[in-house]
C-alpha cells in the first residue's frame, strides 16, 4: 500500500522557483511528522527540510532561506517551496514520514515516497 506520493519535480532554470507536493493517507499525516529528503548521483541522502505536526521547523544550512517546509492539514499534504535554486540543488527528492506507536511498547514507523525529480539548469 503506497502511503506517500510526491508530485511537483521539472526542469526550471537557475534563480527559478518550483514547490514540491507530498499527499500522505490520512492515517500517517494526522499523527506523522514529514520530511523532505534528497540524494543528489553520486551522493549520500541528505535531510533538507522537517515539520513536526505543532509545525516546528528545520532546516539544512544549504538550503535556509531559500526553501519553506509547510503542511495542511485539510488536505493531508506537505509542501517544500523552493526558490532561487541553483544546479547543486539538482536530484531526486524524497518525502518522509515518522508515526509514533501508539502503545510505548510500539515502536516508530517510517515511509518513504517514490521521489520526484527536480533539475536546475545553468
Known amino acids: 500500500q503506497v502511503q506517500l506520493q510526491e508530485s511537483g519535480g521539472g526542469l526550471v532554470q537557475a534563480g527559478g522557483s518550483l514547490t514540491l507536493s507530498c499527499l500522505a493517507s490520512?492515517?500517517?499525516?494526522?499523527?506523522?511528522?514529514m520530511d523532505w529528503y534528497r540524494q543528489a548521483p553520486g551522493k549520500q541522502r541528505e535531510l533538507v527540510a522537517s515539520?513536526?505536526?505543532?509545525?516546528?521547523?528545520n532546516y539544512a544550512d544549504s538550503v535556509k532561506g531559500r526553501f519553506t517546509i509547510s503542511r495542511n492539514n485539510a488536505e493531508n499534504t506537505a509542501y517544500l517551496k523552493m526558490e532561487s535554486l541553483k544546479p547543486e540543488d539538482t536530484a531526486v527528492y524524497y518525502c518522509?514520514?515518522?508515526?509514533?506507536?501508539?502503545?510505548?511498547?510500539?515502536?516508530?514507523?517510517?515511509?518513504w515516497g517514490k521521489g520526484t525529480l527536480v533539475t536546475v539548469s545553468s
Open positions: 515539520i513536526t505536526t505543532d509545525r516546528f521547523t
Open positions: 518522509h514520514a515518522a508515526v509514533p506507536p501508539i502503545s510505548v511498547e510500539g515502536h516508530v514507523m517510517e515511509y
Open positions: 490520512r492515517r500517517v499525516f494526522s499523527r506523522g511528522a
